[in-house]
């Protein structure tokens, strides 16, 4: 799986869209970027993922480069509730059968 | 529906014995993972299940780890003779097939190795 690489930490005010960047300059075509979330004291949470084109569900949206190399995932409305470390990663799918390589993330914290 | 559950929540146990950590993964999820995380560290990839088989389990610390997994359901974990660096949240993760696909964890159990 590529590298990715994410700033140790980010703050945002609530109800304020938080962005997070995230580079992958080494990329692979068949590689997709997923971004998962880990709240204090719980179990990873899957958010979204994408190959080439933005995705956007209700939870977020990505936006990915043209060329890949980075992408930012964007929480239009941040509440205190976003608050937890966000993992971008990015994996190959069926070739590496699916395992996550998850870095140190970033630290988000919403404050009031 | 239900997610994925672990149990037990917390586990103390005092250095030398054996522990088992158990999964029970989303119903009809062929796909299982484990990962542990450290305290402060990041997650660390374990071993993963497709059905009840386990193609690739070099992630495995020590060959004090073992995992297996029955019925294509639920998996449990062994750590014998149980170390301190044992220490750790280990979190299970399960997915409608092995590759691309969401990946559900479930809340994990505190080992805690005296």
């Known amino acids: 799986d590529a590298k990715t690489t994410q700033p140790p930490s980010m703050d945002c005010a609530e109800g304020r869209a938080a962005n997070l960047p995230c580079n992958h300059s080494?990329?692979?075509?068949?590689?997709?970027v997923y971004w998962y979330r880990q709240i204090h004291s719980q179990g990873p949470q899957y958010i979204i993922h994408?190959?080439?084109n933005n995705e956007t569900n209700e939870m977020a949206s990505l936006i990915i480069t043209e060329d890949r190399k980075s992408s930012t995932l964007i929480l239009p409305h941040a509440t205190l509730r976003d608050t937890a470390v966000y993992y971008c990663?990015?994996?190959?799918?069926?070739?590496?059968?699916?395992?996550?390589?998850f870095g140190q993330g970033t630290i988000l914290t919403v404050h009031p | 529906g239900a997610g994925v559950s672990q149990s037990p929540s917390n586990k103390v146990t005092e250095k030398g014995k054996d522990v088992e950590l158990r999964c029970d993964p989303i119903?009809?999820?062929?796909?299982l993972y484990w990962y542990r995380q450290s305290l402060g560290q990041g997650l660390e990839f374990l071993i993963y299940?497709?059905?009840?088989?386990?193609?690739?389990k070099s992630g495995l610390p020590s060959d004090r780890f073992s995992a297996e997994r029955t019925g294509g359901s639920v998996s449990t974990l062994t750590i014998q003779r149980t170390q301190q660096e044992d220490s750790a949240v280990y979190l299970c993760?399960?997915?409608?097939?092995?590759?691309?696909?969401?990946?559900?964890f479930g809340p994990g159990t505190r080992l805690l190795v005296l």
């Open positions: 990663i990015a994996s190959a799918g069926g070739t590496s059968y699916g395992k996550l390589t």
């Open positions: 119903s009809g999820h062929t796909a």
């Open positions: 993760a399960s997915s409608l097939w092995t590759g691309g696909e969401t990946q559900y």
């Open positions: 080494t990329i692979s075509g068949n590689e997709y």
């Open positions: 299940f497709q059905g009840n088989s386990a193609p690739d």
């Open positions: 994408g190959l080439k």
